[in-house]
């Protein structure tokens, strides 16, 4: 069975930066599509971000256009979230996800808390 292990969050002030990682225990389908949600207390779990199997494809939510960046490493099986100019908005717990599409999840990380406060 694969596991997808996050790591990286925790405490950074508006207007900071964190960067967190996603690392597959195996081998994943190469096809399959990586991505990030996030759920935060009281509310729908959202997307974030996806991108392709050969990172051709990058789609982001439109809060986070233009301050995330993800990144994908098959050879190194890893994930990873870029975040800048973060706002109180972004915090939440953060999830690294894989499938075929972002509504067909078969893959999902244990999570990571992202605090963002003054």
């Known amino acids: 069975q694969v596991h997808l292990v996050e790591s990286g969050g925790g405490l950074v002030q508006p207007g900071g930066s964190l960067r967190l990682s996603c690392v597959a225990s195996a081998r994943i389908f190469s096809s399959y599509a990586m991505g990030w949600f996030r759920q935060a207390p009281g509310k729908e779990r959202e997307f974030v971000a996806t991108i392709s199997w050969n990172s051709d494809e990058v789609k982001y939510a439109d809060d986070v256009k233009g301050r995330f960046t993800i990144i994908r490493n098959n050879a190194e099986n890893t994930l990873r979230l870029q975040m800048n100019r973060l706002k109180v908005e972004d915090t939440a717990v953060y999830y690294c996800?894989?499938?075929?599409?972002?509504?067909?999840?078969?893959?999902w990380g244990q999570g990571t808390q992202v605090t963002v406060s003054s």
């Open positions: 996800v894989a499938g075929w599409d972002m509504d067909t999840i078969t893959l």
